[in-house]
């Protein structure tokens, strides 16, 4: 990023002689990020090269919350992404996050999409869907509640319960269902299971595709990484992807987003980073990079994602799979889902 921020001082420096831009371009923002370098660093040199705004970009697949509490007043950090809701909840819980009061965020990202007093925010959303074998189901009208009938018994395969993605999951059952009515739920998907919980999202399209289960779940960007992946294009062909509740409540979906850290050094120029990633600019670049959905309305998706067809969508608030979090890993622990 440092590369592109150079570059731009120059230029910007020959064309208007500005002694304020050279001080516009020192501007650096610090963010630590779950989401891989490849889908964020395109973004962050295009926020560079329209702002003049560094970026310094600081990855890991796990640990940034327990960084960022651990350097408390003296963390670099401006910005967190976050690949999940759950990690989301997690920075505030910890006290960890900053309230950002800005009208454009509050016009681009939906109120179902960010939190009631503004400590975090939406920037895309993904589908919880369930896939089958094309050759032993084909394409199916299934709901989530199905997955616990007889019929479908030894026939499912799904990661660990203690997942995110399953987490959030099984919180969106409760808010719908209550909790009595969830653990039965609970109880007959995990009988009904091929195999102990294992491996991630895509090793259980692998699973169908090598006929041990016919049901699988994941979430709806793993297909487009699968299809773009020679070595995986098998297991992406071997399988329908289906919304579920599609004549209800709409599928279960969860999200990626960012939150302002409590003592963000750099904080205006965060938060127009964070604005820009709300923008439609950065929200189809985004959702394009990873086969995920904008959550501004009136962005589209990629064309491979919209080919998988339009779906009606879970309208429950996010912040509601956070209220029953606590009791979704009950519920999964209760009926030893992993066991």
């Not at 921020?5 to 831009?21: E, H, K, N, P, Q």
């Not at 990484?225 to 992807?241: F, G, H, Y």
Request: aromatic fraction near 8%.
């Amino acid at each position: 990023m440092s590369r592109a921020r150079t570059l731009i001082m120059a230029g910007a420096f020959f064309l208007a002689g500005g002694v304020s831009l050279i001080a516009q371009a020192t501007e650096k923002v610090t963010v630590y990020s779950y989401r891989q370098p490849f889908l964020i660093e395109p973004l962050l040199q295009d926020f560079t090269d329209k702002t003049g705004i560094d970026v310094e970009l600081v990855f890991a697949k796990k640990g940034l919350t327990q960084r960022l509490a651990r350097e408390g007043r003296l963390s670099p950090a401006d910005l967190v992404l976050t690949s999940d809701f759950s990690r989301l909840m997690t920075l505030v819980e910890r006290d960890l996050t900053s309230p950002v009061n800005s009208s454009v965020l509050q016009q681009n990202i939906p109120v179902q999409f960010r939190a009631g007093d503004n400590q975090w925010f939406a920037l895309t959303m993904r589908v919880r869907n369930i896939y089958s074998s094309k050759t032993r189901l084909g394409k199916l009208a299934i709901n989530y509640e199905d997955l616990a009938n007889p019929e479908y018994k030894g026939k499912i395969c799904s990661r660990s319960g203690k997942h995110p993605y399953n987490i959030a999951l099984v919180a969106s059952m409760i808010a719908h269902h209550g909790e009595a009515e969830t653990k039965t739920w609970l109880t007959g998907l995990k009988a009904n299971l091929a195999r102990r919980p294992q491996g991630n999202d895509r090793a259980q399209v692998k699973a169908v595709e090598q006929g041990l289960c016919d049901l699988a779940l994941g979430n709806s960007y793993y297909l487009g990484k699968m299809i773009n992946n020679p070595k995986q294009r098998a297991w992406a062909d071997a399988v329908e992807i289906n919304f579920p509740n599609q004549t209800g409540r709409g599928a279960h979906i969860n999200v990626s987003g960012m939150a302002l850290t409590k003592y963000a050094p750099n904080r205006p120029a965060a938060v127009k980073l964070m604005e820009y990633l709300a923008s439609d600019r950065a929200q189809q670049r985004y959702a394009e990079a990873n086969y995920e959905y904008p959550v501004k309305p009136g962005v589209t998706e990629s064309a491979l994602v919209a080919s998988w067809g339009a779906f009606r969508p879970d309208n429950l608030p996010i912040q509601a799979l956070a209220d029953y979090h606590k009791a979704a890993v009950r519920l999964l622990d209760e009926v030893r889902f992993d066991l």
